[in-house]
């Protein structure tokens, strides 16, 4: 065989063909090749329509060239996005939506992150939520009505059937409305952690004064205004997200700096993400120290 180049070139392609099918193909109709979730981790349902259609709106904007989604199993993107992805996850993603390129923040653990209303603000205008983004604005799917003629056949097909009230969700969305739902469903199969600030908090910069306490302030308002603004308002009377000063979050009296701290470390379910990971305790108290500095 050796001998006969055309003969070994036959038996190298067999053989390279034959394990090619056994080690990709044939996993395809196995189920132990993706393990469910266990009780504790969660519970992967089907789409409805609307989420469903958002989906297909997510995919012809081009949502997916810019951020991906799934959360690698590494220390650094599990601190920043959350649990790392499981297969069982995409059970109903055709096709998945992984991604290989991040323009954008990953999307895996979106859903119940923020409000639907600042989706909606953010989708018609970016940079009003996150100054200095690149991302593109989208104002016409808020006008847009949602074409659903042939969702019903699109759910049948993807073995996903829906029911009446289901399909009833339908009546009278816009395309906005329904890349909303989408957003807000992913992710949410895995039970999430739960984020607890430090037991003992002490301000570190309270007895600061002169210039080094200026210099702290300075610093705190460029990380309200990055990381806050865009939902509490440059004012802190609110937008998306409520007021801070007054009787809605604080009333300017000592103490208070402890009480914005673990407000933003463990974040509000469904209206404010965990910033405590993300930003660290430091950055967290120059921000308090500026908000009740105004």
């Known amino acids: 065989m050796y001998r006969n180049p055309t003969l ?3 038996v190298a392609v067999l053989a390279f063909s034959v394990g090619s099918v056994v080690s990709t193909a044939v996993p395809f109709f196995l189920k132990s090749t993706v393990p469910p979730l266990t009780e504790e981790e969660g519970e992967v349902l089907p789409y409805t329509p609307l989420q469903q259609e958002g989906r297909d709106i997510y995919i012809r904007e081009g949502c997916n060239n810019c951020h991906t989604q799934t959360v690698r199993p590494l220390y650094s993107e599990v601190l920043r996005y959350g649990p790392y992805s499981r297969a069982a ?5 055709r096709p998945h939506l992984w991604g290989s390129r ?6 895996a653990r979106v859903g119940g992150k923020y409000p ?8 018609v205008d970016p940079q009003s939520i996150v100054p200095g983004s690149t991302m593109p604005p989208f104002p016409w799917l808020k006008d847009r009505p949602l074409d659903t003629s042939h969702a019903r056949k ?4 993807l073995g996903m059937p829906a029911n009446a009230d289901e399909m009833a969700e339908l009546d009278g969305v816009t395309e906005l409305d ?3 739902a989408y957003l807000q469903v992913l992710g949410t199969a895995i039970s999430r952690p739960e984020v607890t600030a430090p037991e003992e908090l002490s301000n570190p910069y309270e007895n600061l004064t002169g210039e080094k306490r200026d210099a702290i302030l300075a610093e705190g308002e460029e990380l309200f205004m990055d990381t806050c603004a865009g939902c509490h308002g440059i004012e802190m009377k609110g937008d998306e ?12 009296e000592p103490g208070d700096e402890a009480d914005i701290v673990t407000t933003a470390w463990e974040g509000m379910e469904g209206a404010m993400p965990s910033f405590g990971p993300k930003l660290g305790a430091d950055r967290l108290w120059k921000i308090a120290n500026y908000i009740t500095s105004r």
């Open 89 to 93: 996850e995409f059970e109903y993603d």
């Open 154 to 157: 699109k759910m049948a097909v």
């Open 102 to 107: 991040r323009t954008g923040p990953d999307l």
């Open 241 to 252: 997200g409520t007021g801070i000063t007054g009787a809605q979050l604080i009333d300017k």
């Open 178 to 180: 329904a890349l909303v």
């Open 116 to 123: 639907d209303e600042w989706h909606y603000r953010h989708m």
């Open 8 to 10: 070994f070139l036959i």
